[in-house]
């Protein structure tokens, strides 16, 4: 589902058919489509998106070889408030 919302989506931007004709001819329903387009990030979320290329640069710049105890430490240096559980979890999204 999660790739037929902005296909969607951009049909409708588009004009080339209305809302209720995309969701009938992709047999999807109009209410979770409805939903989706006004989806907000949590704030946990939001501060991901920021932290992650930042997590990834730090392990990078230190030719992948720090693991999540020193990014922390780093992170923490620079300002940053974040557990390792967390740099785990952003590591793990990004492929690193």
Known sequence: MSELYPAAQSIVDD????????CQFLDIARTPFQRWKEFEL???EEDDMKLQPLVVSIFRQHKRR???RRIVDQM???GHSLGRRRVAKLMGKSGT
């Open 15 to 22: 004009g080339v058919a209305s809302e209720r004709e995309v």
């Open 42 to 44: 949590s704030p946990m």
């Open 66 to 68: 720090y693991g999540t």
């Open 76 to 78: 923490r240096d620079g």
